[in-house]
C-alpha cells in the first residue's frame, strides 16, 4: 500500500482571546466547576469530601459532580498548578479523561509528593481543573512501512535536556 500525501494536512485555528465558542454541558450535583478568569481553558473542580493526604500517599477525591458530554467531546481532569507548587499535590493520572458516554461522578486521585508535609484537602477546596475539548476520531491506516520524519524513532530523553541558543549547535 502506497502512502497517501494528503493524509498530512494541517489545520490551524484562530480563537479571539474572548472565547465566543460555547458548548452546552449538562451537570448534576451541588458544587458546579467554575472558570476563576475571563479566556480560562479550565474550570475548576472543588472537593466534595475531606480528605488528609500524608507524605507520598494519593487518595481518589470525590467532586460531587457528574456530566453528560455531547458527542465528539472529552473533559480532561488536569492538576492545579498552584497546589502543584506550593503544596506538591498533583493528579496520579493525569490528565483524566471523562468521555462523553460516561454518566458516574468525577473523581480526582490526588497525590502529595511533598517528602514531610500532610496536606488537608476540605470540602469545597479546588482540586483540579477540567477541561472540556472537542475531539477528533483518529482512523488507523495500516501500512508497510511509516513516512521518515527527522526525529525518526529516536525516543525518551533523545534531545536531550540543554536548550541551544540561535547561532549554537
Do not use: C
Not at 26 to 54: C, F, K, V, W
Request: glycine residues 12%; aromatic residues 8%; proline residues 6%.
Amino acid at each position: 500500500m502506497l502512502f497517501d500525501q494528503t493524509f498530512w494536512r494541517s489545520v490551524v485555528l484562530h480563537y479571539p482571546r474572548d472565547v465566543t465558542d460555547h458548548v452546552d454541558v449538562l451537570i448534576s450535583g451541588d458544587q458546579r466547576p467554575e472558570y476563576s478568569h475571563p479566556g480560562d481553558a479550565g474550570a475548576d473542580l472543588t472537593a466534595s469530601e475531606a480528605i488528609e493526604l500524608a507524605p507520598g500517599q494519593r487518595a481518589t477525591v470525590g467532586t460531587g459532580v457528574s456530566i453528560a458530554l455531547p458527542d465528539g467531546y472529552v473533559a480532561f481532569v488536569v492538576p492545579r498548578s498552584g497546589l502543584a507548587a506550593r503544596h506538591g499535590i498533583t493528579i496520579v493520572n493525569s490528565p483524566g479523561t471523562v468521555d462523553a458516554g460516561y454518566r458516574g461522578e468525577i473523581r480526582v486521585t490526588l497525590l502529595n509528593t511533598d517528602i514531610s508535609v500532610t496536606y488537608s484537602v476540605a470540602i469545597g477546596d479546588r482540586i483540579a481543573q477540567l477541561i472540556v475539548m472537542p475531539i477528533t476520531r483518529a482512523r488507523f491506516v495500516p501500512v508497510e512501512k511509516l513516512p521518515g520524519s527527522h526525529r525518526g524513532d529516536a525516543g525518551f530523553g533523545s534531545t536531550g535536556y540543554r536548550a541551544t541558543g540561535i547561532g549554537q549547535q
